[in-house]
Structures are given as structure tokens and as C-alpha cells.
């Protein structure tokens, strides 16, 4: 069974710096990784997906990577900005499925002023 | 740009009642889902739905749960016989293709069973 873990669980940062989500997961056969950004009480923001051929995406201040063979992925934002604070989800679909996708917990960022 | 839209928003039922939440996908996405994310916990895959029929399903969805596509727009999650522990956010996503994989969701709908 795939288990998907985030490290750190929370994050509290200064505005200004560069930072890095990390994301492991259990099971390296995945079709694809994707990175989502979650406000209190709100919905799900897709931030960056990466297929399993990649090795990196990038979106504007967002950078992220996917080492398949040992089950990880990194979420690296640069400048980080107050508007940045919010939990951090990366979740994993699985080969041979249609888009069941297995979350992590996520980390929760907070960047201050 | 293209939403996934969810109501209501917010709803509180006594338990034993059935809800119903309501779901706009993106109008030309073929795949439909629901998620449920219970307060504190990981967000968990309920339902895929493909082609007028469900596609795959998780231990979570048990048959008080159903799923229909009434028309060309809407996507349902009916919950019956509602237990305390249906009390979750629940999300509706979607996608153009298995393929493309990228998946967008709704802003939720909040269930409350007292």
C-alpha cells in the first residue's frame, strides 16, 4: 500500500528566503507526482504536476522534483512571500489506475513578515 | 478560467438523514471524483467516474454512497443513512483524461452530522 510522507510538518519562515517541502513515497511505481497548495478551509490548488519521465517542473517561483527510484520530491520556493503561508500537499497516483491519488499529510508554511 | 464548482458550501444534517452535494465539473473534463478530507486527517480518494459509471471506488465508499451524472453538467455524491463519521470537507475533482493526469478540484462542501 502506498504511504506518502511530508517533512517538515510545519515550517516557519522569514519572508525573503528560499525553502524546500519535501515528499517521500513508498511505492516508486507512480504515473505521476503532483504538488497542491491548501488555504484554511478551502479548496485544493494545483501547483505543479510532474509525470514520471521528468525529473523537474517549474512554475514561476516554484521549482519541484522527482527522484522516481527512491520515492522522493522536493517543492522549492524561491523569495518566499507572506502570500505563501498555507499547507503544501504532494500526492502520488499510482501506475495502472485512472487518477487515484494518494496524499501526503502536508506541511504547513507560514512566512512572516 | 475553468472551475470546479461545489454546493453547498456548508451543511449540517442530523444523523439517519441522506445529503446530497452538488458538483459543476470543468465542462470539457471526461473524469470525475470525489475526495473526502476529514478535519486534521490526509485527504482520501472516494470515487472516479468515467463514462456514466463509477470506475473505481475505495473501502470508504460503502453502498450507503452513490455517485450520478443527472445531466450534461452536474456531478452528485449522495450519502445516506448519514453517520457522525461522514463529517468531513468533501471535494469534488476533475480531469480532461487519464493520460493528462492533472487533476483540479473544488472548494468543498463542508458536511456537519449532528
Known amino acids: 500500500k502506498q504511504e506518502v510522507t511530508q517533512i517538515p510538518a510545519a515550517l516557519s519562515v522569514p519572508e525573503g528566503e528560499n525553502l524546500v517541502l519535501n515528499c517521500s513515497f513508498t511505492?516508486?511505481?507512480?504515473?505521476?507526482l503532483q504538488w497542491f497548495r491548501q488555504d484554511p478551509g478551502k479548496g485544493l490548488t494545483s501547483l505543479l504536476l510532474?509525470?514520471?519521465?521528468?525529473r523537474e517542473q517549474t512554475s514561476g517561483r516554484l521549482n519541484a522534483s522527482l527522484d522516481k527510484s527512491s520515492g522522493r520530491s522536493t517543492l522549492y520556493i524561491a523569495a518566499s512571500q507572506p502570500g505563501d503561508s498555507a499547507t503544501y500537499l504532494c500526492?502520488?497516483?499510482?501506475?495502472?489506475?485512472?487518477?487515484?491519488?494518494?496524499f501526503g499529510t502536508g506541511t504547513r508554511l507560514q512566512v512572516t513578515l | 478560467e475553468p472551475e470546479v464548482t461545489q454546493t453547498p458550501s456548508h451543511q449540517v444534517t442530523q444523523m439517519g438523514q441522506e445529503v446530497i452535494l452538488r458538483c459543476v465539473p470543468i465542462?470539457?473534463?471526461?473524469?470525475f471524483y470525489w475526495y473526502r478530507q476529514i478535519l486534521g486527517q490526509k485527504v482520501e480518494f472516494l470515487v472516479s467516474f468515467y463514462n456514466n459509471e463509477i470506475s473505481e471506488k475505495s473501502e470508504i465508499f460503502d453502498d450507503r454512497f452513490s455517485v450520478e451524472r443527472p445531466d450534461g453538467s452536474n456531478f452528485t455524491l449522495k450519502i445516506r443513512s448519514t453517520k457522525l463519521e461522514d463529517s468531513a470537507m468533501y471535494f469534488c475533482a476533475s480531469n480532461l483524461g487519464a493520460g493528462t493526469g492533472e487533476l483540479f478540484f473544488g472548494e468543498g462542501s463542508r458536511l456537519t452530522v449532528l
Open positions: 510532474i509525470q514520471s519521465s521528468q
Open positions: 465542462s470539457n473534463h471526461l473524469y
Open positions: 511505492d516508486s511505481a507512480i504515473y505521476n
Open positions: 500526492a502520488v497516483r499510482p501506475d495502472g489506475t485512472a487518477s487515484k491519488l494518494t
